[in-house]
């Protein structure tokens, strides 16, 4: 099929400024939402639904209030994007992403922006809580990420302007990456935190990750350990929590005012993302491929079905037309026989021929005997019942006609053979072509 052509998003200038990650993730989202070939198009077609992969990877700050949540995704950024302060900052959800104009949306806009997110709104009084943050930052790989900064948690009288355990928890669950932010001052044992952290666990355990922040702020090496030594304690006392060894990393935001001796691991989180999207690059052309074959599969049967539909609607118009041919045909020759008898042989050799009137009184004379067969006061009955007989004839031959399955035009099924060809030839020659090149780049980059 020499028509059908996935349209390329990368024009020469975009392929120079975006990162072998960055184009395959755009171009296989648009293989997916093409308004002409889109694969989620031709999936609707047959009744199957599919997603079209995300371009970015999601990733969750949560954690206790001024743990350093919004200063982590402005230092990531290098750009002050959130505000940050010891006050409570952040009370309700931004989602903070990279984009070609800098731009703050309100809860509305932003759902327009993440449909995905919609169910948000199950979490009443939160859209009013919600925001994004549109920055033009090309930072480290801000461009392939979407923070999700959260409101501060803390214990005690405060109250939420909407369920925050439950929409955390939602979000968390929608996220690629959890980051769990425990500072080392007062709020490090928030049992709020160690609610929602215990609820992840189950659903999202592999997601989840623990970073000591500001670790700059902990004084002393041993004054760190032993607030560490606390919270990895207060973790494990969680019985969903005790399973896995914990890691904790030391991170802080640098600061050449203020130089620390202390250990920052705060490059191992950016490291952490790209691994993320680097898994998130082969989930989406792993998954390129199974939608592919899923499409394929849709087809294959689709074709299959329609030739047994076919097949079976030949025998039902069989019936049909036996049962209609019946229902007519045997009240004609009833009535008929009885006209034949009414004409004299000779006429009725003179008016159609001997030949003819042969045939027509062999045909009737069957008839004529069994009517005469038939006691005198039983022949109303009988007609009665012939009657009955050839309505039920006829009703069987309208209901058979009527079991007819629909079955494919000439024009659909060339369709679906186009469909057909322009998954495989072309999709997937673009997937391994998509894939071979992202490996390539893989081992140039070790290499290097
Ligand atoms: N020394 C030090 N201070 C930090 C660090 N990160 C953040 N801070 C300070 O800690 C305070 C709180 O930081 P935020 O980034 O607002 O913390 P948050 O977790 O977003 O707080 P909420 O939004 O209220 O939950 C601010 O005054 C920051 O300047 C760090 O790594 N080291
Ligand atoms: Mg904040």
Same mark, same amino acid.
């Given at each position: 099929?020499?028509?059908r052509?996935?349209?390329s998003?990368a024009?020469p200038l975009?392929?120079?400024?975006?990162?072998p990650?960055e184009?395959?993730?755009?171009?296989?989202?648009?293989? !997916?939402?093409?308004?002409?070939n889109?694969l989620v198009?031709?999936?609707?077609?047959l009744?199957?639904?599919?997603?079209?992969?995300r $371009?970015k990877?999601v990733?969750?700050?949560?954690?206790?209030?001024?743990?350093?949540?919004?200063?982590?995704?402005?230092?990531?950024v290098?750009?002050?994007i959130?505000?940050?302060g010891?006050a409570i900052?952040t009370?309700?959800f931004?989602? =903070?992403?990279?984009?070609r104009k800098?731009?703050s949306?309100?809860?509305?806009?932003?759902?327009?922006?993440?449909?995905h997110?919609?169910?948000l709104?199950?979490?009443?009084?939160?859209?009013?809580?919600l925001s994004a943050?549109?920055?033009?930052s090309k930072?480290k790989k801000?461009?392939l990420?979407?923070? =999700?900064?959260?409101p501060?948690l803390?214990?005690g *009288?405060?109250i939420?302007?909407f369920?925050v +355990?439950s929409?955390?928890?939602?979000?968390?669950?929608?996220s690629?990456l959890?980051?769990v932010f425990?500072?080392?001052?007062g709020?490090?044992?928030?049992k709020?935190t160690l609610? &929602?952290v215990?609820?992840l666990?189950?659903t999202?355990?592999?997601?989840?990750?623990?970073?000591?922040?500001k670790?700059?702020?902990a004084?002393k090496?041993? *004054?760190?350990q032993?607030?560490?030594?606390? &919270?990895?304690?207060?973790?494990?006392?969680r019985?969903?929590?005790n399973?896995?060894?914990?890691?904790?990393?030391?991170i802080?935001i640098?600061?050449p005012?203020?130089?620390s001796?202390?250990? +920052?691991?705060?490059?191992?989180v950016?490291?952490?993302?790209?691994?993320?999207?680097?898994?998130?690059?082969?989930?989406?052309? +792993?998954q390129?491929?199974?939608d592919?074959d899923l499409?394929?599969a849709?087809i294959?049967?689709?074709l299959?079905?329609d030739k047994?539909?076919?097949?079976?609607?030949?025998s039902v118009r069989l019936?049909?037309?036996?049962?209609?041919a019946?229902?007519i045909f045997?009240?004609?020759?009833? &009535?008929?026989s009885f006209i034949v008898n009414?004409f004299? $042989?000779?006429?009725?050799?003179?008016?159609?021929?001997?030949g003819l009137a $042969?045939?027509l009184?062999?045909?009737?004379?069957?008839?004529l005997?069994?009517?005469?067969? &038939?006691?005198?006061?039983?022949q109303?009955?009988v007609v =009665?019942?012939f009657?009955?007989?050839c !309505?039920?004839?006829l009703?069987l031959a309208?209901?058979?006609?009527r079991?007819? +399955?629909?079955?494919?035009?000439k $024009?659909?099924?060339?369709?679906?053979?186009?469909?057909?060809?322009?998954i495989?030839? =072309?999709?997937?020659?673009k997937?391994g072509?998509? !894939?071979?090149w992202y490996?390539q780049q893989c081992a140039?980059?070790y290499?290097?």
């Open positions: 099929m020499s028509g052509k996935p349209r998003v024009n975009e392929s120079a400024i975006t990162t990650s184009r395959i993730l755009k171009e296989c989202h648009s293989l !997916y939402v093409d308004s002409d889109g198009k031709i999936a609707n077609s009744g199957v639904r599919l997603l079209p992969p $371009k990877i990733v969750m700050i949560m954690g206790n209030h001024s743990a350093g949540k919004s200063s982590f995704i402005n230092w990531y290098e750009e002050h959130q505000k940050t010891v900052e009370q309700g931004t989602f =903070i992403t990279s984009g800098r731009e949306l309100t809860g509305n806009a932003t759902l327009h922006l993440y449909p997110f919609r169910p709104l199950e979490f009443k009084g939160a859209l009013d809580y943050e549109i920055s033009t930072q801000f461009s990420v979407t923070f =999700i900064d959260t501060g803390v214990d *009288d405060m939420y302007p369920d +355990n929409a955390i928890t939602w979000l968390g669950q929608q690629d959890i980051f425990f500072d080392p001052m709020q490090a044992l928030c709020r609610n &929602i215990e609820r666990s189950d999202c355990g592999d997601k989840l990750l623990f970073y000591l922040s670790a700059d702020e004084g090496e041993t *004054d760190r032993r607030v560490m030594m606390q &919270i990895v304690q207060e973790l494990c006392r019985p969903g929590l399973k896995c060894g914990f890691e904790m990393p030391t802080y640098p600061n005012q203020k130089p001796r202390c250990v +920052n691991q705060i490059d191992g950016c490291q952490t993302i790209e691994k993320a999207i680097n898994q998130a690059v082969q989930k989406t052309l +792993n390129l491929e199974k592919c499409i394929s849709s294959s049967s689709r299959e079905k047994s539909d076919v097949s079976y609607n030949k019936y049909s037309l036996l049962y209609g019946m229902g045997l009240p004609l020759l009833f &009535i008929f009414t004299v $042989k000779e006429h009725l050799e003179e008016l159609i021929g001997e $042969k045939i009184s062999n045909l009737t004379v069957i008839v005997y069994l009517w005469e067969w &038939i006691p005198e006061d039983g109303v009955v =009665i019942l009657m009955a007989s !309505y039920l004839l009703f309208k209901h058979f006609s079991q007819r +399955n629909k079955t494919l035009s $024009k659909e099924k060339r369709s679906l053979a186009e469909y057909n060809e322009y495989q030839d =072309i999709v997937k020659t997937k072509k998509l !894939y071979e490996l140039a980059e290499d290097l």
